[in-house]
């Protein structure tokens, strides 16, 4: 199985200034196919995840465009250029490069 | 708009059986894949099952005891749990797509104890 490590794992942030979360995978998520398997989701408090980033770097219907994703291979950084109060919540990164899923274990991000 | 509910959960003791159901609207619901994902309580995400035209995949904490089908004609998805475990515990996600988990349901919770 891939293993899908984060840092840090709590991140307080001054509202209005970046953030950065890592992602590292035991191993290359680039599929067969070219493509790299690799999202970030949001669960903010009580409420289900949602996806922000897929592929890599491309940003879902409707996600703000302070957020960024970048990498490639094994390493992978999701960024947050000025930190608005409703991006407070859970962060985790997610390969689907290969079975089974597997999910980093989640970045907390709040407020300072 | 995309939605999917969930229903089905509940508490069972541990060596019994629930059926999750996950009703899909605002897609073509027969095009895609469709998984399951479950968050135990205070933890993180953990992938159960994908169904798609590859085939059905499952995490191997629930093989052999889990089921997932679905029907079409009715723009549903079902998770079959048998042999449950305490371990099992958790709120249980119906999530639209194969690669790309794009609409998430609100969950419904199992809570398998004595």
């Known amino acids: 199985d891939i293993v899908m490590t984060q840092t840090p794992l709590s991140s307080p942030v001054t509202l209005g200034q970046p953030a950065s979360i890592s992602c590292r995978s035991s191993?290359?998520?680039?599929?067969?196919?070219?493509?790299?398997?690799l999202s970030w989701l949001l669960q903010r408090p009580g409420q289900p995840p949602r996806l922000l980033i897929y592929e890599i770097s491309n940003r879902f219907s409707g996600v703000p465009d302070r957020f960024s994703g970048s990498g490639a291979g094994t390493d992978f950084t999701l960024k947050i250029s000025r930190v608005e109060a409703e991006d407070v919540g859970v962060y985790y990164c997610m390969q689907a490069t290969q079975f089974p899923r597997t999910f980093g274990q989640g970045t907390k991000v709040e407020v300072k | 708009e995309v939605q999917l509910l969930e229903s089905g959960g509940g508490l069972v003791q541990p060596g019994g059986s629930l059926r999750l159901s996950c009703a899909a609207s605002g897609f073509a619901f027969s095009s895609y894949a469709m998984t399951w994902v479950r968050q135990a309580p205070g933890k993180g995400l953990e992938w159960v099952s994908t169904i798609g035209g590859l085939g059905t995949f499952y995490a191997d904490s629930v093989k052999g005891r889990f089921t997932t089908s679905r029907d079409n004609s009715k723009n549903t998805l079902y998770l079959k749990m048998n042999n449950l475990r305490a371990e099992d515990t958790a709120l249980y996600y119906c999530v639209k797509g194969l690669a790309l988990l794009d609409y998430w349901g609100q969950g419904t919770l199992v809570t398998v104890s004595s």
């Open positions: 191993q290359s998520l680039l599929h067969s196919d070219g493509k790299t398997y």
